[in-house]
């Protein structure tokens, strides 16, 4: 099992560029969340989802859109990349309360 | 909103033992706790759900005291391995899974 894989590691985006975080889970987990993590602020939740087809705001949802099309896939999707953005974003998975956490995608935006 | 953790860092010698503390201002129904290595990702130690339960996990446990609605979580003998960042991530019912985690608290833990 390679449990919760997130491509690509590192990003460098200039200001109003897109890109897609992409998010893989082989554990069969409903549960998916994406997060985005800055120095000395903790985790914070972007968005969250509890099926494929099923996606919700967390608590720091602007700028970036979700699609839930699989079980397995939970991409990240940021419009109109601004510096604010900088951050490294975990994506997670759970079947109930241990998450799951893949191991980041450091998004640099200048 | 984000759960207040304290101490923000903690420097610690081998064996010693350590407390960390975690309080909402809201109702919760479970606190998650959580350990993350400089540079790794978080990796899940332990969930408490309301009631007051107590949980262990080696040399780890925690505790949860709903109506003050905080949370503590115990290093006993602490060991090198134990270095990292603790958040707590705070549940309301029926939410999901859907935390809020507080800022950490740096470990350290010194031979």
């Known amino acids: 099992n390679a449990g919760v894989t997130q491509t690509p590691k590192f990003r460098i985006l200039k200001i109003g560029q897109s890109m897609t975080l992409q998010c893989t889970q082989d554990?069969?987990?409903?549960?998916m969340y994406w997060y985005r993590q800055d120095p000395g602020m903790g985790l914070k939740l972007i968005y969250y989802s509890v099926g494929a087809g099923i996606t919700d705001k967390g608590e720091v949802p602007n700028g970036y859109n979700v699609s839930r099309s699989t079980t397995e896939d939970f991409p990240l999707r940021l419009e109109l990349a601004a510096p604010s953005q900088t951050s490294v974003y975990f994506c997670?998975?759970?079947?109930?309360?241990?998450?799951?956490f893949g191991p980041g995608t450091r998004l640099t935006v200048t | 909103q984000q759960p207040v953790q304290s101490p923000q860092a903690v420097i610690l010698r081998e064996g010693e033992d350590a407390v960390i503390n975690c309080s909402s201002s809201k109702a919760l129904y479970s606190v998650h706790w959580y350990r993350q290595k400089h540079g790794e990702a978080p990796v899940f130690l332990m969930i408490?759900?309301?009631?007051?339960e107590q949980k262990g996990h080696d040399k780890i446990s925690a505790s949860f005291n709903e109506k003050k609605q905080q949370s503590s979580l115990y290093l006993t003998a602490s060991q090198l391995s134990y270095s990292g960042t603790y958040f707590c991530g705070t549940e309301i019912g029926g939410s999901n899974y859907k935390l809020t985690f507080g800022k950490g608290t740096l470990l350290t833990v010194n031979p």
């Open positions: 997670a998975s759970s079947y109930q309360a241990e998450q799951y």
């Open positions: 554990m069969n987990h409903n549960y």
């Open positions: 408490l759900l309301k009631g007051g």
